[in-house]
């Protein structure tokens, strides 16, 4: 079991940017499919974007463009830019359960094995 711990939220402006990080304890990133999901209050969790154990990555329609995933070993990352008030929400990182080794099941929040308490992310208008 991989214990994560988010971090890096706050409150911006319509247009900022924020970046947010993910520290895992317990193991490495290059053996899981990691991503972040998030939840608004009222709303139904749903991905954001996710990355494979190669590198290659995934991003909701509403992410593409201004949210950027990376990870370094043991530390995942949420680059977001242009932020807009409907990005409010608590982000969580999660390792995501597999079929074929480093391949996320999605959606990724249906099938997160560890994930953290999240961190807020607060856009003003």
């Known amino acids: 079991q991989v214990t994560l711990v988010e971090s890096g939220g706050g409150s911006v402006q319509a247009g900022g940017s924020l970046r947010v990080s993910c520290v895992a304890s317990?193991?490495?990133?290059?053996?899981?499919?990691v991503g972040w999901f998030r939840r608004a209050p009222g709303k139904e969790r749903e991905d954001v974007a996710s990355?494979?154990?190669?590198?290659t990555t995934t991003y909701a329609d509403f992410a593409k463009g201004r949210f950027t995933i990376s990870k370094a070993e043991n530390t995942l990352y949420l680059q977001m830019d242009s932020l807009k008030p409907e990005d409010t929400a608590m982000y969580h990182c999660?390792?995501?359960?597999?079929?074929?080794?480093?391949?996320?099941?999605?959606?990724?929040?249906?099938?997160?094995?560890?994930w953290g308490q999240g961190t807020q992310v607060t856009v003003s208008s």
């Open positions: 990355i494979t154990i190669d590198g």
């Open positions: 999660a390792t995501v359960q597999s079929r074929v080794r480093g391949q996320c099941m999605y959606p990724i929040w249906r099938f997160r094995a560890d």
């Open positions: 317990g193991g490495t990133y290059s053996n899981y499919c």
